[in-house]
């Protein structure tokens, strides 16, 4: 497979005077009721070599997993369109910022977390800190994808929830491709987390690293999977 970098990204970077190639791997569409093993194996097992790590987007795991909803299937409570108010909108996303999306984190983490994330969040921002209600709520509050116009159909309607058991997913796939590391992964422009992997903690906060700048983008690309391979 010839390395080529998605339209606006580059093909390597460079970690602590380390050359990476960041390949992405195009598929079909993954819709629900997909086999996340056998997507994975269909496109990527003769891409992978020795040495490589494969990585592989939170989203399409999640909706094989059945954890994308319409958003006109979610029916807000009050309490989370009140809190939905509260949420900075960023570039990367609407985030909880929208009454479905902040439904779903009062789903997954429980109404006393997100209340206390809250309480947390309103007292240390008027100290200018931001950022302590993602940090409370914790990683499957910050994993809930909203609707954006830029995502590929159907998913520009619909919430996606962070993934179930990432690090159970990431063993799967990487005894279907024979050995090769796996994670999986949630970046965006912003930079973004290792949810899972067969790595040691210091190898996922390298990828991490590797991938800050977003190398598959967020939009149209249809590559949810890619490569991380020393340059040569």
Sequence with gaps: MAAKANEGKALEVE???TRWQRIPIRTRLVVAGDDI???VTEFAAGAV?????LFVTEKIVAIT???AYPVDSIQPRPLARRLSRYVKKTPAGIGLGMPETMEMALRECGTPRILFAAAVAAVTKAFGRSGDFYRIAGPRARGIDGPTSGTIPPYNTQVVL??????KV???????LGGVDVAIVDINDFGGDV???TLPRDRERLIARIL?????????QSTPLGIVRPAA
């Design 15 to 17: 970690v602590d005077g």
């Design 37 to 39: 093993t056998q997507i």
């Design 49 to 53: 070599q020795p040495g490589d790590v």
């Design 65 to 67: 997993q059945g954890r």
């Design 162 to 167: 962070a993934p179930s058991n990432p690090r």
């Design 170 to 176: 990431a063993g799967e796939l990487a005894a279907a």
């Design 195 to 197: 949810l899972g992997s």
């Design 212 to 220: 800050g700048d977003n190398p598959l983008g967020q939009g149209h």
